[in-house]
């Protein structure tokens, strides 16, 4: 009886350390994933370190502050903080519903948008269109240069220079039409004009440099497929229409579904800047009266509930939009 017990206890002994051995599958494949894992890391750690400072900045600029959206449902008071602050669920939102301002605020946000999206969203994809078939390497570089430069104007110097233009007594546009004999014309006190004259300010600064993403999205195409479609005798603009907008039609997409989740953001800087009270009917947006009902008069609660409200809609777009997309066959953003 003692050799059989102690043969069974060497068994168990076996049995352990081949257990120990070969260990769970789990934790082989947790090791393996781990394994995986650093070397991959050691591999790209360049890549990594290069990324590194773009995570940083949306961690900390971007998700951090996401748990701020919090006052929106409080009494948010800077003295008793944001822990002791008092709980009153959904009030400014049914506050911001209920004023007058709302639907004011709602049309002018989502006309200056919608305006902006029928006029400037196109001119990117022409431009860099047009800019691809310049011939010229010199000349094509010169043009570029020109059409970016405006991207690093502050708002500031680009409505200075609107005022210079187009100011009804010192414009130089109105001094021009004086010495012709014709009417002056109250460019920047019509509120008809307001719209218009926001839209083609951005298309001014930002349409050139709208193109970089559109000419880097052209240059990935095969020439092969030009060269075939010049056999067949096909003629620049066939070629352009049958074989460059189809190959970057996915770029235009996601950036159209993007450009539709911001529908309800307008420059602030610009608005505000070319606000008087002349045109302040039709250029009161959400982004002003945050300004001055959140900022000026100290409401923050009520206008972290319009922010959160501004950012569902973007986001009910985007999903939206993207859904609409997928369904005509094309990628979307995810």
Known sequence: MLGAHSNTRGRDAMS???ALKVGSPGTERSTASSGRWLRTLRRNKYLYLLALPGICYFL???YVP????????QNYSPYQGFLHSDWIGLQHFARFFANDDFFKLFRNTLGINALSLLLFFPLPILLSILLNELKNVLFKKTVQTIVYLPHFFSWVIIVGITFLLLSHSEGVVNKMLQAGGFVQIDFLTNPDYFWLLLTLQTIWKDA???TIIFLA????????LYEAAKMDGASRFRQIWHITLPSIRNVIVILLILRIGHIMDVGFEQVFLMMNGAVSDVA???DTYVYRVGVKQGQFSYSTAIGLFKSLVGLILVIGANKFAKKMGEEGVY
């Open 16 to 18: 352990t350390t081949r």
């Open 60 to 62: 900390i600029f971007k």
């Open 66 to 73: 996401m748990w701020g959206v919090l006052i929106a449902f």
């Open 208 to 210: 050139g440099w709208g």
């Open 217 to 224: 999205a052209i240059a990935g195409i095969d020439p092969q």
């Open 284 to 286: 009161d947006v959400f």
